[in-house]
């Protein structure tokens, strides 16, 4: 497609429960990202993942935190158990090795947990 | 730690004024200097970017300013515009690993 599709645009589920969020990067883009974003807050960092190359998992919070990339395609960001601390946009990007001008962001999934 | 540290937090300013802010980084690994564009509801978009080499870079009404010794830029926007009210992000890229300031919240009053 031509820009970075995430999906669902919101979510609403209960505490305790398991969620999905799917990101589908930019045809081509060999790298992608995961950030959280809290209510008037920054982008706090997630995960990275290049190519093949084992990702970048230092921003994930904690355990209950994973994502799963096949190659160059569509990313999944799993969390576990919710807690209402979970809320936030979840912002997926993805950029090609050619230049970094074309990082680019998908417009985020917003995840409410109550 | 936060690597990119970025003021003010939100501004307001009048249509046509000035809006200016300001980024400071410490690792000098960084060689990619973007500004991003935040609409509610919407991810950020690029909006400029300048590479360390060059103290100034221009687009239109948006002007990055770069100090390398200083380890600082700034986004100005000339002439403001109700339409740029909006949450801009500085960053700063090392190969791929980018590291995002705090954002500012930008509200230009017609």
């Known amino acids: 497609g031509a820009g970075v599709s995430q999906s669902p645009s919101n979510k609403v589920t209960e505490k305790g429960k398991d969620v999905e969020l799917r990101c589908d990067p930019i045809s081509g883009h060999t790298a992608l990202y995961w950030y959280r974003q809290r209510l008037g807050q920054g982008l706090e960092f997630l995960i990275y993942?290049?190519?093949?190359?084992?990702?970048?998992k230092s921003g994930l919070p904690s355990d209950r935190f994973s994502a799963e990339r096949t190659g160059e395609s569509v990313s999944t960001l799993t969390i576990q158990r919710t807690q209402q601390e979970d809320s936030a946009v979840y912002l997926c990007?993805?950029?090609?090795?050619?230049?970094?001008?074309?990082?680019?962001f998908g417009s985020g999934t917003r995840l409410t947990v109550v | 730690q936060q690597q990119v540290k970025q003021s003010p937090q939100s501004l307001i300013v009048q249509k046509g004024g000035i809006s200016i802010i300001n980024c400071a980084y410490e690792n000098t690994a960084f060689d990619y200097f973007p500004w991003y564009q935040q609409f509610p509801g919407k991810g950020p978009a690029l909006l400029i970017a300048i590479r360390p080499d060059v103290s100034e870079k221009k687009e239109g009404r948006f002007t990055i300013s770069f100090n390398k010794s200083a380890k600082q830029f700034s986004l100005h926007i000339m002439d403001s515009q109700p339409g740029d009210s909006a949450t801009y992000f500085c960053a700063a890229a090392t190969g791929n690993q980018f590291y995002f300031g705090t954002g500012t919240s930008l509200t230009v009053i017609p």
């Open positions: 993942f290049q190519g093949n190359s084992a990702p970048d």
């Open positions: 990007a993805s950029s090609s090795h050619r230049g970094r001008d074309g990082y680019t």
